[in-house]
């Protein structure tokens, strides 16, 4: 599936970004929780994960999203090839990305498939909901791994990348992952959402019909 597994370096400074791999059409960076992935609207949020790349690689251009609260593994192009390459890959659903959460209860069953469609929340903004009747298809496949103090660990395997996709679809069995401030009734206490995008595996511009790149990086809780 994949061709060298590239971990994240552990010293990553706190509340900031940091470089994983500097390759000739790409960059792989981690992200902070509590950090836009891109500007959002207002002077307020212009700080965010791409400019702050931008002031080392002037060249980077986003690919994918994390949430603001999520942190973990991005990958970002160095030019427009890669750029387009990469873009297509992750509609083409080629990419996997493998996520850790902590909720408060194991599911129901061990591993399995959430396949419940998901649109906005109109009226309670920017909430995300289940949405039967006019929600986009969504799916995730989940792992419950082990139990932590206090939690229990839930490896999330999304097919498809909606807003807030894990978030709706754990809430919607009843788990509401840990910390989440939009969804989870008790997210105080938890001082940050507890999602984290721990590998990222996707085909490689430089070596097309190669083994794709993997990353790891380690899970901060």
Known sequence: ????????????????????????????????????????????????????????????????RLDWDTSGLLVLARNARAHSFLSKAFAAREVDKTYEALIDAPLDAAEGLIDLPIGKDHERRPRYRIDPESGRPSQTRYRVAEPVEDGIRVILEPITGRSHQLRVHLLAQGRPIQGDSLYHPQAHRRPRLMLHAARLVFPDPERPTGPKAAYHCETPF
Request: net charge negative; hydrophobic share 40%.
């Open 1 to 64: 599936m994949s061709g060298i597994d590239h971990n994240a370096p552990a010293n990553q400074p706190a509340g900031d970004w940091a470089l994983v791999d500097e390759r000739r059409d790409f960059l792989v960076v981690t992200k902070p929780e509590r950090m836009l992935s891109v500007p959002g609207i207002g002077p307020e949020k212009r700080d965010c994960l791409i400019h702050r790349v931008q002031l080392e690689f002037p060249e980077a251009r986003i690919v994918h």
